[in-house]
Every structure is written in C-alpha cells, then in structure tokens.
C-alpha cells in the first residue's frame, strides 16, 4: 500500500515551459486536493476533485489546470510556467469528504524551481 | 472557517508532555478542529480532530475547552521526531477546502 505517489520529486523549468506534476493514490479514494507551499509560509488549495469527472478550483487556482479521468490519478499542470510559481507542491486524498473523519493522506510532495 | 491563533514557535523537553495551544475563539457550533503536522518539509500528517468532547488516539490527546473557544494538542512524551510544525485547523467537516496557516514549530530538545 504506497499510500499518495508524487512525481517527480525535484523539477526545475524555464519560465514558459508547461509541464505535469503526477498524483497517484492507491486507497480508492475518492476525494484529492493539491496544494502549495511557498518558504516559511502554510499550505494553500489550487485544486480539488470529489470524484472521476469531477474538479473544482481551491484558492490559488491561477496558471493551473486539473484533470480527473480515474479515481486513481490527479495530475496537475502547470500552462506557462512563471518564477512565482516555484513551490513545493503537495498532492492529498481522502476516503470521504474534507476528510473529515480520517484526515487527508498526503504525498511527500514535488519541489519545483522555475527560473 | 473560523480563525485560528498559535504560538509561532515551542521548546519541549524530550521525554516530556509537550501543550500546543490554539485559539478559536470565533469557532461556529458545526466547526471541528483538525491537527496536522509537517516534519521538515515532508506532507502534512493528520494527527486528530474533535468538536467538543476530548479526544484521544495512538498519536496525542485533544483538549477541548466547554465554551471551544481554545484547544491544546497533547504529545504525552514527546521524542525528538515530533518536532515538526504542527497545524490548528477549524473547519465545517464535511467541506473540500481545508486553510492551513503558518502553525507552531516544535522542537523537542535532547
């Protein structure tokens, strides 16, 4: 049981290059969230999804798309990368909504440089 | 979600009980409140939640005062690896959005 699968774990772009950051949890579960985590800051929702099919935008949704084919996977994609969007980048689960009785598994995240 | 306010920074001893504190003093009646904590950049962790009544699990204990305007999060004998920054969260349990804010950095000394 690996729990939240993030890849890759280190990235660096140049500004204007795209890219996916890959989520994948084994749990079956059905709700998943990314998140970043700017320097000495608290982590902050981009996007959420409450099943396959299903997305939402989180508070920092800008410059980010998402996508949800299967329950399993979450990918997050950056458009045109910018310098402000240099994060580390935390992908979350949970059995039921808001994880409200279990909590959210996170990943062990992916730390993006964009110069 | 209601506002939360903890210590930016603790010391505890190792092998001690370590009390981080949190304040919601503007906590609604159908909010719970949810620890989390981050070791050294790792994801967050879940640790425990509760409404009102004290809970408790293999991690730590909840202390939740009668008018729930405040909590403490209770590591009865805390070792160096619980040093990490720890997360108060008050939030409506059922909805998707959760707000992490800035926390309390523990450090548990030798």
């Known amino acids: 049981n690996a729990g939240v699968t993030q890849t890759p774990k280190f990235q660096v772009l140049k500004t204007g290059q795209s890219m996916t950051l890959q989520c994948a949890q084994d749990?079956?579960?059905?709700?998943m969230s990314w998140y970043r985590q700017d320097p000495g800051m608290g982590l902050r929702l981009i996007h959420y999804?409450?099943?396959?099919?299903?997305?939402d935008q989180g508070e920092v949704p800008n410059g980010y798309n998402v996508s949800r084919s299967t329950t399993e996977d979450f990918p997050l994609r950056l458009l045109s990368a910018a310098p402000s969007q240099t994060s580390v980048y935390f992908c979350?689960?949970?059995?039921?909504?808001?994880?409200?009785?279990?909590?959210?598994?996170f990943g062990s995240g992916t730390r993006l440089t964009v110069v | 979600d209601a506002k939360t306010t903890q210590p930016p920074s603790m010391d505890c001893a190792e092998g001690r009980a370590a009390n981080l504190p949190c304040n919601h003093s503007?906590?609604?009646?159908?909010?719970?409140v949810y620890w989390y904590r981050q070791i050294h950049s790792q994801g967050p962790q879940y640790i425990i939640h509760?409404?009102?009544n004290n809970e408790t699990n293999e991690m730590a204990s909840l202390i939740i005062t009668e008018d729930r305007k405040s909590s403490t999060l209770i590591l009865p004998h805390a070792t160096l690896r619980d040093t990490a920054v720890y997360y108060c969260?008050?939030?409506?349990?059922?909805?998707?959005?959760?707000?992490f804010g800035a926390g309390t950095r523990l450090t548990v000394k030798p």
């Open positions: 979350a689960s949970s059995r039921e909504r808001g994880g409200a009785n279990y909590g959210y598994t």
């Open positions: 749990m079956n579960h059905e709700y």
């Open positions: 999804s409450v099943g396959a099919g299903i997305t």
């Open positions: 503007t906590i609604s009646g159908n909010e719970y």
């Open positions: 509760g409404l009102k």
């Open positions: 969260i008050v939030r409506v349990a059922y909805l998707n959005d959760m707000r």
